[in-house]
């Protein structure tokens, strides 16, 4: 579906962004992960990983929240592949929950500067070369939070916001070129991230199980998996008309679930 496009993935690895780069390598889709610097050595082990199925796949460290490193990426990208079709803003920090009165300044900062402010920065590094070509898929990786905010994570629930709408914004100003942009706002993932949140002594499946049941209409827990595909779908010429979009892959969260006691 994707063969001989080249992807820019962020916070590519592990988790989300990960499962992505194997399913759209699976796809013939050439590969550039985009990993913090301090990830370097892990990112170029998975790229050759990602190698083995049979595309190229290169890792690039780069803090996106700083704007020479995200031109340095997207000017890297461009001098191998020679375009960059498909961008995916994946890459984001979740610090643990707090209340608004206790979240500190620079923590604030922080998480808009990854989750929203390195978004931006790809997006408006990658656009000029979309519209030349008259090409383009643009990915954000969102979260239901976004939509329907979670207790004690103001400043989380408000980048993800931010993000839906910086979606929609950038999809009205590209669509003329051909060039896609929507979002995708996962539920409850099981990934390494959601996995460290689990309290010491306590069994990880039976903890998912717990909180899904409550949580979640399918009462079950997400993978990587379940949002690749709907990447997929989102980078392919099977959605060549849809743009400004977001797409809940949560299970029927957050929609109302009306519990009659038994």
């Not at 080249?6 to 592990?14: D, E, F, L, P, Q």
């Not at 988790?15 to 992960?33: D, R, S, T, Y």
């Not at 979002?183 to 010491?200: A, D, F, K, N």
């Not at 997929?232 to 892959?249: H, I, M, N, P, R």
Request: aromatic share 6%; hydrophobic share 45%.
């Amino acid at each position: 579906m994707l063969k001989d496009r080249v992807a820019i993935i962020t916070g590519a690895v592990r988790g989300i962004g990960l499962g992505i780069a194997k399913k759209f390598a699976e796809n013939g889709c050439h590969i550039v992960l985009n990993v913090h610097p301090d990830q370097s050595e892990e990112g170029v082990k998975k790229a050759k990983d990602i190698e083995g199925l049979g595309v190229t796949c290169m890792s690039v460290g780069a803090d996106i929240s700083d704007s020479k490193q995200v031109a340095d990426l997207v000017r890297k990208t461009i001098g191998t592949f020679g375009k960059t079709d498909i961008l995916v803003n994946n890459a984001a920090v979740a610090p643990h929950p707090k209340s608004v009165i206790d979240i500190p300044e620079e923590e604030w900062d922080l998480v808009l500067a990854v989750n929203l402010k390195g978004a931006f920065l790809l997006c408006k590094e990658v656009s000029p070369f979309m519209k030349q070509a008259g090409y383009g898929r643009i990915i954000n990786i969102s979260a239901t939070s976004g939509i329907a905010p979670t207790i004690r994570d103001a400043h989380y629930n408000s980048s993800k916001a931010g993000l839906n709408m910086l979606t929609k914004d950038v999809a009205v100003e590209l669509a003329p070129f051909n060039v896609t942009v929507n979002s995708i706002c996962p539920g409850i993932i099981r990934t390494e991230l959601t996995e460290s949140v689990v309290p010491p002594g306590v069994d990880k499946t039976e903890f998912f199980a717990s909180i899904t049941k409550v949580n979640i209409p399918m009462e079950r827990p997400g993978y990587p998996e379940d949002v690749a595909n709907a990447a997929l779908f989102f980078a392919s010429d099977l959605a060549s008309y849809v743009t400004g979009e977001t797409l809940l892959v949560a299970g029927g969260a957050p929609l109302f679930r009306a519990r009659i006691p038994e």
